[in-house]
């Protein structure tokens, strides 16, 4: 429920995080493919200057990508702990005054600076662990994929 109104913000920084991880792992690709040029006779300085502003063009692609992800996932967990915050103080605010008697403030606004910091850690960490399986999966298909066959 409190993800809900990020979902939109959130997918398009899931699909930039595919993106930029698929750029990080098609680098290598391309490097080789310009490496092997260099024992094959044919193709000559136009296929290494197409290549080259191939590989430029895929550096840049990566770093739009990367800031998209960046951008989108930080904006959307800082909205969700700022929705979070104003509920939680909205909550507190309608407590009766006996609440007080028996809670500390200082104590409360501690726990709510914490919960809401440990709940941002948590998102920023996933967002990171979903990356890694992404490159994992894509990097292993790309091993098995570009291995010299018999």
């Known amino acids: 429920q409190v993800l809900r109104p990020e979902r939109g913000r959130l997918l398009l920084g899931l699909g ?11 680098y290598p690709y391309l490097m080789g493919r310009l490496i092997d040029l260099f024992g094959d006779t044919g193709g000559g300085l136009s296929f290494v200057m197409d290549h080259v502003l191939l590989c430029g063009g895929v550096v840049v692609a990566g770093g739009v990508a990367t800031f998209c992800r960046l951008y989108l996932i930080e904006t959307a967990i800082e909205r969700i702990a700022f929705r979070l915050r104003r509920e939680f103080f909205g909550a507190v605010l309608r407590r009766p005054i006996s609440f007080f ?3 500390k403030t200082g104590e ?4 709510l600076s914490n919960d809401i910091t440990v709940t941002s850690r948590v998102l ?13 999966c894509a990097g292993t298909f ?7 066959s018999e």
């Not at 409360?108 to 726990?111: D, E, K, M, S």
């Not at 990171?128 to 992404?134: D, E, K, L, P």
């Not at 790309?142 to 010299?148: D, E, G, Q, R, S």
């Open 16 to 26: 930039s995080l595919c993106a930029s991880s698929t750029v990080t792992l098609s």
């Open 101 to 103: 008697d028996s809670n």
């Open 108 to 111: 409360l606004a501690n726990r």
């Open 124 to 136: 920023i960490d996933a967002s990171a662990g979903i990356r890694s399986s992404i490159t994992a």
């Open 142 to 148: 790309m091993v098995f994929n570009l291995a010299p």
